[in-house]
């Protein structure tokens, strides 16, 4: 479970969260939509740990354990994932040998036993498979050269192998056509699990019908303005942000 | 650490030694400039003219073309000014859609008479550099003296030694000179001569100016210039220059320095035109001074003949968030050398620089030559730089799909070269200049394609 | 990925001078009288039994290097060099020249064992290690052991010390040193001439491809001497050979100096492939100590359609002035030069190339990643030449530079001449950080900053890690984390 209190966080001296209070239960699929600038990817960062935000109040608790005095990879390793808007390249650095660096540096992390490497390949293999992932796509260098529609199913397959607890997705559909959305979507779907808990942030409704919320939450100007259900997500279809952000203000 | 023993002087430079001792209390200027101008003469003296031993002279030897030191042309006469107005016109037409403010320098003399004085707007002021020596205050003469640009470069303290000829020009705060500035050259005299001009030009913080520097030598004589203009951009100031050489005679030489230093989001743009003529060097000394400030160095050099030219640049990152951008494109046929040395230097702290150089070659004939060196000298880590260098023929395949469709080889050869060296005059902001750029570059092409 | 693992565990046991070679060893020893005259010369050329033309070719040199003055363009800044205060030959006093390795003193033995360096064929053939390299090793001044000799000779291959080549094989000797390198081609160059102790001497026939690798491994042990090894490999036509050098000196205080020549020699379609792992001791962290390598290397693509690839890891030294280079002077003939550079602490790294274009369709490609940490500058310095005859020269540049910390330089200087209308050049540099927003990526899948940094320089320099034969780019690229520990901040 994903416990966010009063959450304020700024960058160079420029306040972007301001009181942001939000629970994310195990199981759950809460969706964050809101307009452009209302900080939806900045809570994203903020929630696993890059550096230059400075966090001026509140706490961000998961499963009781306090994330904002962890590393990023110490958070990574407690089962937070974010699948970027903007996946980076990493230039000479194969995609098998990214996979293979994370995942044992993780398991080492947490005291498992590191994956030898067939067992490795295999599970790695099974999971392109099922995200149509062909195979010589894993012994490029990571990200480099692929089309944007590789890049977010590259972060779908990492987020399968690393058995997160909980999942960001930031924007996972910008730029995708429809039938990459499905794969992502599907893939995303595969992954729901009860011990498991999703924030998709997005900015349209579209991805909502793929991957189907249990909670929408409005968020602008760097705090929830409203939360319901999956119906919620329809209406601002249908009306745009206006509502909300003149609620906000 | 090895002291090499200097080599022995040279008549050019014990002619040029004479000269000065004979001209050093005639110079303009009061006791400053002349310390100013013993200290860069004992520089010179010490130096020599640099050769391709100096590291920044890798690949033209100035020693060598200086083989004699011409005498130095003296400020023009009234009739030879008046000689001069009559034919400015047919000599240096107007610029095409460009309603230019023109500054008339006879070898390299601010002549008032026959430049635009009286419609100069306010908070602009114009005066003969002879004027601004005598003049002017300490600051106006520091400035001159652009200190820590170009330091150590013998043919800059030779300019310095002698400069007489020139302007000083001066854009008060905030103001917008919406008319270019067009500093227009002339050579009256049919007789060898050696120019050595220095111009300042000072812009005021938010100030705008487009300043275009043509130069026009008609007389077919033997010209050594050694013509050095200073810029000072101050904070939000914005500067666009564009600069046209005259095609001197074969045997001449010409070393036009440009002394650049921006404060804090400033705006630099400039872009040369060389033509060959000799011997050119263009050397461009650049410094950030202050953050968040962009340069832009372009150019084309279009070379011929014997043609020999050297763009020279070296700009210093000093502050942080600066960007600079380089890009010349060259063309060389016949004998021609082209020298492309840029060098970007990143400072301890100037973090965030943003510095990227490209140079272009395309070699049209088996005896030319293009040397290119760029280069890196970075002490801050958190930067992106980078330089790309290509030297290349025109692309047989373009060529040949141009002529399948009709065009004869020499117009295809015409057309693709005319849209390399484009390339390098779409960075000129100003619409109406760029179009003349291009049309002067369309002339060297169009002279190549009929010869 | 287990050799990042590897490499991050490696960094976190070595001490803050992470280097791992440097004990001495305490070997009697046979030393020239301190300092350099004529006399020193003679007693180096006496010691090996040297024919009188030899003799005179290094007196020749070392009159030569007397009116000679020290080259001082690099940027490089180090102390006065005193030729007087050097020893300037050193040799195991048991043992006097390379013989059976039975004989060999077990002490010299040792050093090699703890170095990893396979000495005993029987333990190489009994399958330590799956592929089989043949190995001269040089002590201070002279080899004193190379092994598959035997076997090499079966197939005609030459591999041995050059002090011994000099008696059976002198016509090739005659013919073919110098010949790249004249004996006046620069101050170290001309030094290493009049004072060159041992080095190897590979000579592979028409129409053969060398067996197995050839390797030579340079070890600096004695104090205050200086070592001057002397390489020469002629590939004859048709003929194939990978080449690798390793080398590592005892950690000391004061600087110790190597200025070593290599000569390649291909001819008509001959290959020679050359690899270096450079690991001299660089000095601590402060720069006291290391080693002065001035190396002048240099190929000559003499025949039609040949090849020379220079292949580089340069971690060590506290000077490098370094610049492998190919003279493209057959016909077809092809350069190439992978280079990895990385320096830490007060390292100072000059190191580059020269591709000069001489005959026709030659082409030539440069491939070089510098990394500078810590307080360290380094150095790219190239340049690549067509002549006014080289019809249809090629050539493909990319030097990048990664910067870890603020305190460092990088710098690029290339020198690209194109004298030739055909020739089609193309040079492309970078030089960045490590960016944040990729630290942040891999951090955010579970990697500590540390490994974060290994596995992007890792992939910085792939390109160049692929040109080594295997067994060197597994040694490379733990190298490369080492040299680079207390780097990331």
Redesign the interface.
């Known amino acids: 479970m994903l416990e966010i209190r009063n959450l304020h966080a700024e960058i160079d001296g420029k306040k972007i969260i301001n009181g942001l209070s939000l629970t994310v239960n195990d199981g759950e699929i809460a969706a964050i939509m809101g307009p452009n600038g209302s900080g939806k990817s900045t809570l994203s960062y903020v929630i696993s740990g890059r550096e230059g935000y400075t966090v001026t109040d509140g706490e961000i608790l998961l499963d009781g354990a306090n994330l904002l005095e962890m590393d990023a990879s110490v958070r990574a390793a407690k089962g937070v994932f974010l699948a970027f808007q903007y996946p980076l390249e990493i230039p000479g650095v194969t995609t098998m040998t990214f996979l293979k660096a994370c995942m044992n540096a993780q398991r080492k992390a947490r005291g498992e036993a590191e994956f030898s490497t067939p067992d490795f390949m295999k599970r790695v293999r099974a999971g392109a498979e099922k995200l149509g992932v062909p195979q010589d796509m894993l012994r490029r260098a990571l990200n480099v050269g692929f089309s944007g529609g590789e890049k977010k199913r590259m972060e779908v397959l990492q987020m399968s192998l690393l058995e997160p607890t909980f999942a960001i997705l930031d924007e996972t559909d910008s730029g995708l056509d429809i039938d990459a959305l499905r794969i992502v979507a599907d893939g995303v779907n595969a992954l729901r699990d009860p011990k498991r808990s999703f924030l998709v942030i997005t900015h349209y409704q579209r991805l909502l019908d793929y991957i189907v919320p249990d909670t929408v939450h409005v968020m602008s100007k760097g705090r929830i303005v409203k939360t319901g259900g999956k119906e919620l997500a329809l209406e601002l279809e249908a009306n745009g942000y206006r509502d909300f952000v003149g609620e906000a203000a | ?2 002291a090499r023993s200097a080599p022995p002087q040279t008549s050019a430079e014990a002619k040029i030694a004479a000269d000065y001792v004979g001209a050093r209390l005639s110079l303009p200027g009061g006791h400053a400039v002349a310390d100013l101008r013993d200290a860069a003469f004992d520089a010179f003296m010490a130096a020599g003219f640099p050769t391709r031993r100096v ?1 920044a002279w ?1 690949y033209t030897d100035l020693k060598r073309a200086m083989s004699e030191a011409l005498p130095i042309a003296s400020p023009p006469s009234a009739t030879s000014i008046l000689a001069q107005g009559a034919r400015l016109a047919s000599l240096c037409p107007r610029m095409e859609d460009v309603d230019s403010l023109r500054v008339v320098l006879v070898d390299g003399h601010f002549i008032p008479a026959l430049s635009d004085v009286v419609r100069l707007p306010q908070g602009v002021a114009l005066h003969s550099l002879a004027d601004a020596l005598a003049h002017g205050d300490a600051a106006l003469i520091e400035a001159l003296a652009a200190p820590g640009l170009g330091q150590g470069d013998a043919a800059l303290a030779l300019n310095t030694a002698f400069m007489q000829g020139g302007f000083v020009l001066d854009i008060a705060a905030g103001v917008d000179v919406v008319h270019p500035i067009e500093v227009v050259s002339l050579s009256s005299s049919v007789a060898a001569q050696a120019i050595y001009g220095r111009s300042l030009v000072r812009l005021g913080a938010g100030a705008r100016l487009t300043l275009v520097e043509a130069e026009a030598c008609d007389n077919g004589s033997i010209e050594q210039r050694n013509c050095a203009l200073v810029c000072q951009i101050a904070d939000d100031a914005t500067l666009e220059h564009v600069f046209v050489p005259a095609e001197l005679s074969q045997g001449s030489t010409h070393v036009a320095h440009l002394l650049a230093s921006l404060q804090s989001r400033a705006s630099f743009n400039s872009f040369t035109l060389a033509r060959g003529g000799g011997l050119v060097r263009r050397q461009v000394f650049l410094r950030f001074d202050g953050d968040h400030s962009k340069a832009q160095l372009a150019g084309a050099n279009l070379l011929k003949g014997r043609d020999h030219c050297d763009t020279t640049l070296i700009v210093q990152h000093v502050a942080p968030h600066c960007e600079s951008r380089e890009y010349f494109k060259s063309v060389l046929d016949e004998e021609a050398t082209g020298v492309y040395q840029g060098k970007v230097i990143v400072a ?2 100037a ?1 965030k620089t943003d510095g990227a150089m490209k140079s272009h ?1 395309i ?31 025109l692309d047989e395949d373009q060529l040949f799909y141009a002529q399948a469709r009709g065009l004869p080889k020499h117009d295809a050869e015409a057309m693709l070269l005319e849209a390399f060296v484009d390339e390098s005059a779409d960075r000129i902001e100003n619409e109406a200049i760029r179009a003349h750029v291009i049309a002067l570059m369309g002339g060297w092409l169009a002279a190549r394609r009929r010869a | 990925m287990a050799a990042v693992q590897e490499t991050v565990d490696r960094v976190k046991s070595v001490d803050v001078d992470a280097y791992k070679y440097g004990f001495f060893t305490d070997i009697e020893s046979d030393k020239a009288p301190k300092g350099l005259s004529e006399d020193t010369v003679r007693f180096i050329s006496a010691k090996k039994n040297e024919p009188v033309w030899l003799t005179e070719w290094r007196l020749d040199a070392y009159r030569r290097w007397l009116t000679m ?2 080259p ?2 690099a940027r490089v800044e180090y102390p006065k060099i005193d030729y007087q205060d050097l020893y300037y030959y050193s040799a195991p006093k048991s043992s006097p020249g390379p013989k059976n390795l039975d004989e060999v003193d077990p002490e010299l033995l040792r050093v090699y064992e703890k170095l990893g360096i396979p000495l005993r064929e029987q333990e190489v053939l009994a399958g330590v290690q799956e592929r089989r390299v043949a190995v001269d090793a040089v002590f201070d001044s002279v080899s004193v052991a190379t092994t598959f000799k035997a076997e090499l000779a079966k197939a005609g291959v030459i591999f041995c010390p050059i002090s011994e080549a000099v008696h059976s094989h002198p016509e090739l000797v005659k013919k073919y040193l110098g010949s790249v390198v004249p004996v006046t081609d620069n101050y170290f160059a001309t030094l290493n001439s009049a004072v060159f102790s041992d080095g190897s001497f590979v000579y592979i026939p028409p129409g053969v491809r060398c067996p197995m690798e050839l390797s030579t491994y340079f070890r600096i042990n004695e104090q205050n001497t200086g070592q001057f090894e002397r390489t020469l490999i002629i590939a004859d036509k048709g003929s194939y050979v990978s080449y690798l050098e390793g080398c590592t000196a005892p950690k000391r205080d004061e600087n110790q100096l190597h200025a070593a020549v290599v000569e390649l020699i291909t001819h008509d379609d001959a290959e020679i492939k050359y690899s270096t792992v450079q690991n001299w001791y660089p000095g601590d962290s402060e720069g006291k100590g290391g080693i002065y390598n001035f190396v002048t290397k240099r190929g000559d693509c003499r025949g039609a359609r040949s090849k020379i690839s220079w292949t580089q890891v340069e971690t060590g030294s506290a000077i490098t002035w370094k610049y492998p280079s190919c003279i493209l002077r057959g016909d077809e003939s092809r350069g190439e030069f992978y280079s990895i550079a990385i320096s830490n602490g007060r390292q100072q790294v000059d190191s580059g190339t020269k591709m000069i274009h001489l005959g026709k369709n030659t082409t030539s490609r440069i491939i070089s990643k510098g990394i500078s940490a810590g307080r360290s500058n380094n150095t790219y310095r190239g340049q690549v030449s067509a002549h ?1 005859k080289a019809t249809n020269a090629r050539n493909f540049t990319n030097c990048d ?1 990664l ?31 490590i960016s944040e927003d990729q630290l942040f990526y891999c951090k955010q899948r579970g990697l500590s900053a540390e490994e974060a940094t290994a596995l992007i320089v890792n992939g910085f320099v792939r390109d160049v890690l692929q040109q080594l034969p295997m067994e060197f780019a597994v040694e490379a690229q733990k190298l490369i984390s080492i040299s680079l520990e207390g780097s990331v901040g």
């Open positions: 650490m090895n590291e890798h301890p702290g973090q070659a070699l049209l004939s088996d005896g030319a030559t293009m040397n290119n060196k760029p280069e890196l000298e970075i002490f801050a880590d958190d930067v992106v730089c980078g330089h790309g260098a290509t030297v290349s023929q | 003055t020290e001082d363009w006014r530079s910067l870890i910390g603020e305190t460092c330089g990088a710098h690029t200087i290339p020198y690209i001449e194109a004298k030739n209308a055909t020739a089609v050049f193309e040079h492309e540099a970078t030089t960045s950080k």
